[in-house]
């Protein structure tokens, strides 16, 4: 006790104890500093996509897209290899309205086979550019349906099974938008470009010769350096006044927090598949790959202002960053928005309407059917992506339909994280509602219209659909993780809508279902359908091919 009286020991401790604080202090510091786009300047023009123009075909708006390869200069003097459509990098914006009648002509122009999913499109399965209507290099793909979503950022991008990451880090990737009577009326930023801007984010890794390269790093691809449509440090000049992003996190794997430097609240106005019922004031959001939001923000006071990507707290992305080098660390800044143009020399919104749409929601008693699926965890190869990580203890199996639906049902879909990392899990053919997380009510912002939902680790997420239109009882849609390497791996599964009025068949009695328990149909045993390679389809078939002229 002594010798702590002693004053110079008391110094040499206190001395002692200050290091460890300014130690500490460097530690949080390089925590949160920005692993990820270090030393952008934000000083390059934001490339805005070129809206697609179609030809009109007896009332039919028909799109011309080619997938390509291509050479991107990222930064200056130096080349990197890419893929586009129509292009070196990503694609075109599609702009549909709902009700319009459309094909797109999807023209193969690679050295390799590709398909092409329109992701979050109610459309039918042949129609879907899942990896049953491949188009190998040289051949021409026909997709053809009318709009039935209401207005929504959608986006389309490769879904070769295996070869979906490759494909899309590689630039493949384009955004579509729908727009209908409601979102005509509603008073927001919409001028393409001007007020209302797409922005696709993605990270890419590149090499000491500024190549971008495509590397796997725990799993899935994550890159030093972030793209925003496709510009690296990008800016865009923008209205002083509510300006509107569209925007799709169309990375491989990474996950981040919308927000911006200042702090400054924002309102998100419409998730995946359409628009909130009203605005949602929030300072963050985050967007799982796949996943889009809308989101406008107030910039009437003409200050410039940074869009970033805020540090994830959670606890799984604090284990990410210490087990894999930041990897996923996810703080960083995406792109600058410079308030430029009098805001009275156009027609710009300063106010946000207080109600945005209607949507209609199912009471959890209206479910027809509850399914449930894990993704990760339990069975063989649960562990690492390098084996597949699976989905009810399955690895995707073309030739295997996983869940028979049937048409006109109303179910809840129960997903479970039982992995140490989050899945966002999407589904193709319908916009679901989420029920809840874990019991808990889903956030304001994803309250609306979802294809896709990240769901945690150890959660479980439950949401509510129904399908309807459309039924194929030997063409499947997909469900999948939209991290794009664990779908490659396999984490994925099939199902079919199948119609029992209309096709009479063994396939579609489904037996399993009470209220069919009683129809004059040839029953089957119980669990039928869901043995693996109990029901097969033809993963060559299916195939609707242009002549190459
Ligand atoms: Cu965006 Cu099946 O994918
Ligand atoms: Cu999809
Ligand atoms: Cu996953």
Redesign the pocket.
Known sequence: MTYLNNPLIKKVLLGTLAVMVVAILIATYLFFVPVVNRGVVFENKLHIPVLLEPTDLDGQKVFELAAQHGEMEFFTGQMSETMGFNGDYLGPVIRFNKGDNVAIHVTNELDEATAV?W?GMHVPAEMDG?PHQMIPPGQVWRAEYPVLNEAATM?Y?P?PHGDTATQVSAGLAGLIIIDDENSDSLELPKTYGIDDIPLVVQDRLFNDDGEMIYQINNGSYYGDTILVNGTVGPFVEVPAAMVRLRILNGSNGRIYTFGFEDGREFYQIASDGGLLEAPVPMTGLKLST?ERAEIVVDLSDGEDVLLKSLPDLSFFAVEDFVTNLGARHSHFNLLKLVPTLDPASGEFVTELPAKLNTIERWSAEDADNIRSLQMAGGGAGGGGAAQGIPINGQIMDMGTINEVVMLGDVEIWEITNAGGQPHPF?I?DIQFLILDRDGDPPLPGESGWKD?VRVDPGETVRFMTQFTTYANSTIPY?Y?C?ILEH?DGGMMGQFVVADPAVELNQKQSLVARDNLANTTLPLLPDNFFLQSSAYTCDPNNNVSLLPVN
């Open positions: 999913h992701h899942t986006w991008h879904h796949g999407h193709h896709t997909m999948h939209h779908e």
